[in-house]
């Protein structure tokens, strides 16, 4: 009688880890690529504020946006932006028990907008789409050969989606023959809700860079009703879709006016504004990060030599070595 209780309990137990849902959010940094392999002197630092996911971010590189070849994986290229410098982040991220999404990027020279990518002729569509197709597919297998938990398929790409609709789905399709993990797909803040995929993926991936204060220095409470409207509208995407929100990036810069347009990275502003990347910071953690149809996010951005990066006369996105690194640290210590 009592093994055959314990044999009973045993099967409940198992059947309840089997079906509850795990409440850890995905606690995210984007590692950005460098010149240099890494070490655990690198990671040390995501692991102090309690990081448990970093995106790994190969890069391809295409001339102009009416320019169909993608060029990677070349030995012109940084060491992290290779397949060889990838598959080293991931294995040494991974023996520090990092979790790791990979996001393969598109970069257009002089840094135009790759939403705006378009072709003048149905050839040069054509010639994309298969440059574009070995870009991920090449990068799939190597997510799928190093066990990585989650790849994103493209971002910021909206006009590419919007005028080729069933490429990306025919895409999809060829990258779960040999990927096996979760997968999304990386959406500008506007552009998310036009998306036709959703469906064949396992996250709706958002870039939260929505604009939702014009105040120089905004409190954390006019940043939360900024973010109310944009809230909403995602929860009720959700809620008709049924797939948790995952923020493939966010973040704030350090200087004035951070939050209005958040998405500029360029020198419009230059005025160091420590306070205003803080409390943009947190009312983005208050507003989602207790929300259990988001699945968490990666904040934008994080460098590898974590000591000479950042600091209090940065006024870049990165949070390292400023008071805002405090804020992230706490929040992902306690989810």
Not at 91 to 109: A, F, N, R, S, T
Not at 147 to 164: A, H, M, P, Q, S
Not at 279 to 284: L, P, V
């Amino acid at each position: 009688m009592r093994l055959i209780y314990a044999f009973c309990l045993l099967f409940l137990l198992g059947s309840c880890a089997m079906t509850s849902i795990n409440p850890t959010k995905i606690n995210g940094v984007s590692f950005v690529a460098s010149r240099d392999s890494i070490s655990k002197k690198n990671i040390d630092p995501i692991l102090k504020i309690h990081a448990n996911y970093a995106s790994v971010m190969p890069f391809g590189f295409i001339k102009n946006l009416s320019h169909p070849e993608i060029q990677y994986n070349s030995n012109r290229q940084w060491f992290g932006e290779t397949k060889t410098g990838v598959k080293q982040y991931i294995l040494e991220l991974k023996e520090e028990g990092v979790h790791v999404m990979m996001k393969p990027q598109i970069w257009v020279w002089r840094g135009e907008f790759t939403g705006q990518i378009s072709m003048t002729t149905e050839e040069d569509w054509k010639f994309l789409e298969d440059s574009y197709t070995k870009f991920i597919m090449d990068y799939a297998k190597l997510a799928e050969e190093t066990d990585v938990e989650i790849f994103c398929i493209g971002t910021e790409l909206e006009n590419f989606i919007d005028k080729r609709p069933n490429y990306w789905k025919k895409l999809i399709s060829q990258v779960k023959q040999v990927y096996h993990g979760k997968l999304t797909y990386a959406a500008n803040w506007n552009e998310y809700l036009k998306t036709p995929f959703w469906s064949n993926l396992d996250y709706i991936g958002i870039d939260g860079y929505f604009p939702i204060s014009d105040l120089k220095t905004p409190s954390v409470e006019d940043c939360k009703t900024g973010l109310q409207p944009w809230k909403n509208e995602m929860k009720a995407f959700y809620s008709k879709l049924k797939k948790p929100v995952l923020f493939t990036e966010f973040g704030y810069r350090s200087v004035d006016f951070n939050a209005k347009q958040p998405w500029r990275s360029d020198g419009y502003l230059d005025e160091v504004n420590l306070k205003a990347q803080t409390n943009a910071t947190k009312a983005f953690f208050d507003a989602f990060w207790n929300e259990n149809w988001v699945a968490g996010g990666f904040i934008w951005k994080w460098f590898h030599n974590h000591d000479k990066s950042g600091g209090k006369e940065d006024n870049q996105f990165t949070p390292q070595n400023k008071p805002v690194e405090f804020i992230i640290k706490e929040i992902y210590s306690n989810n």
